[in-house]
């Protein structure tokens, strides 16, 4: 349980360090949407689809970069998609909630070797069973941490000195 809580733990700090630095501007539209609930959601943006949670990140993070050419940007765009969907797919699954909770949370993604880990402990598998499971949930992670340092590396490539001490503040790179 410990592991559980201090990866869920960390993964929670690394989502607040990639949340934006600055408050997104005010919404322009000034229609009026009820919910199931009945309640009014002007210009709110809890249940907002998650891609256009991302296009407006990525406006965002044009604008801090300074980028004004769309080739420039569309490249760079690309590499910080694929640094975001690595993060993404990482292991931030937590068990006990479902994918896509609702309102403003990102969904989380089932980690196979994680399930299959916790499987073997809440049916109190053997020790070999479960040390198995660890080492195959332990491999994918070094797997999937060796891509996100080439998918850092890729980025990094592409930026400026100044656009990197963004990305930096913007938690996309270390």
């Known amino acids: ?46 249940n907002a689809n998650p891609a256009e949670a991302q296009a407006r990140q990525m406006a965002r993070l044009r604008e801090q970069f300074a980028v004004k050419d769309d080739a420039e ?15 993404r797919n990482m292991g931030s699954g937590r068990f006990g909630q479902s994918p896509g909770g609702g309102g403003n949370r990102p969904e989380l993604v089932v980690i ?14 053997s020790d070999t069973e479960i040390t198995a499971r660890l080492t195959r949930l332990r491999d994918m992670r070094k797997q999937n941490e060796a891509r996100l340092d080439h998918a850092h590396e890729d980025l990094r490539a592409v930026l400026t000195v100044r656009q990197e001490a963004v990305a930096v503040m913007a938690g996309l790179l270390n």
């Open 1 to 46: 349980m410990k592991i559980s809580f201090i990866v869920n733990f960390i993964l929670f700090s690394v989502l607040i360090a990639l949340a934006p630095a600055q408050p997104a501007p005010p919404p322009t539209e000034t229609t009026t949407t009820t919910d199931a609930a009945g309640n009014s959601g002007r210009g709110r943006r809890g």
């Open 73 to 87: 940007w569309s490249l760079i765009a690309e590499r910080i998609a694929a640094v975001m969907e690595l993060r």
């Open 112 to 125: 196979p070797e994680q399930a299959a880990l916790h499987a073997a402990l809440a049916d109190n598998l």
